[in-house]
């Protein structure tokens, strides 16, 4: 294996990471939106936009790594399948998680209900990013995709890289 496709292998680890990282901060910037707690319909409509954007950003993810990520995973490690069933499973209790704080948002529920809904999805996540990095990232320094990297970790790929390129 040269330096380049070895470079290019162990990027997919590193982006999982940082699309993690990102998923993250768009929780803790929409949790500090909630708490800002400004009245009147601006704040209305900042929440909307960070719970919305928020929600789009991690089902996003979990949309790639469901038809993308995870089938590479499986064909190449036929061990991990039932890791990936596992994760597959968080990535549909999420969803329901995320559809109940997109209705509560909707119809403007109370900065508690709300912040309720957060609690549960940031829990939940949590667990779920910790496990998945524990199971999937040396796994994913050797793992050979030929995929563009929203492609398999969702619309949180940033245009401008710092990591290296990870598609031929």
């Not at 400004?38 to 790594?65: I, K, N």
């Not at 993308?68 to 969803?95: G, K, N, S, W």
């Not at 329901?96 to 939940?124: F, K, M, N, S």
């Not at 996540?125 to 929203?150: D, G, I, K």
């Amino acid at each position: 294996m040269t330096e380049r496709e070895k470079t290019r292998l162990i990027a997919w680890s590193q982006e999982l990471s940082r699309v993690h990282t990102r998923l993250r901060e768009a929780l803790d910037v929409t949790r500090t939106a909630l708490a800002g707690g400004t009245p009147g319909e601006t704040a209305t409509r900042d929440l909307l936009l960070y719970c919305h954007g928020f929600c789009t950003a991690l089902d996003g993810h979990h949309q790639g790594e469901d038809r993308t990520l995870f089938p590479a995973v499986a064909a190449a490690y036929p061990d991990l399948r039932p890791v990936l069933r596992a994760l597959e499973q968080d990535h549909t209790m999420i969803a329901h998680l995320l559809g109940g704080l997109r209705t509560a948002v909707d119809r403007a529920a109370p900065p508690e209900e709300l912040e309720g809904h957060l609690e549960g999805i940031a829990a939940i996540m949590e667990s779920h990013f910790r496990y998945e990095e524990r199971q999937l990232l040396t796994v994913l320094e050797t793992l050979e995709l030929e995929a563009a990297p929203e492609e398999a970790l969702g619309p949180l790929w940033p245009a401008r890289r710092t990591a290296p390129a990870v598609t031929p």
